[in-house]
């Protein structure tokens, strides 16, 4: 799981193999399998140096 930030500043875990699309619109957007939307304050390449980074240390 990566921890990452909502706008209102709570700090969240997610799944990262549940992350189906992010993008920034300029906010940015991930888009989970079951179509659920969360809006976060990292941006689209935090998220993926997040998740590669725990992929290497799992």
Do not use: C, Q
């Not at 930030?5 to 969240?12: A, N, Q, V």
């Not at 179509?35 to 941006?43: A, F, Y």
């Amino acid at each position: 799981m990566i921890e990452l930030t909502k706008l209102d500043e709570t700090k969240i875990l997610v799944n990262e193999d549940h992350i189906e699309i992010v993008e920034e619109t300029p906010d940015t957007v991930i888009t989970f399998e079951n179509g659920k939307k969360l809006i976060v304050k990292e941006s689209r390449m935090d998220i993926r140096n997040l998740a590669l980074a725990f992929r290497k240390g799992v």
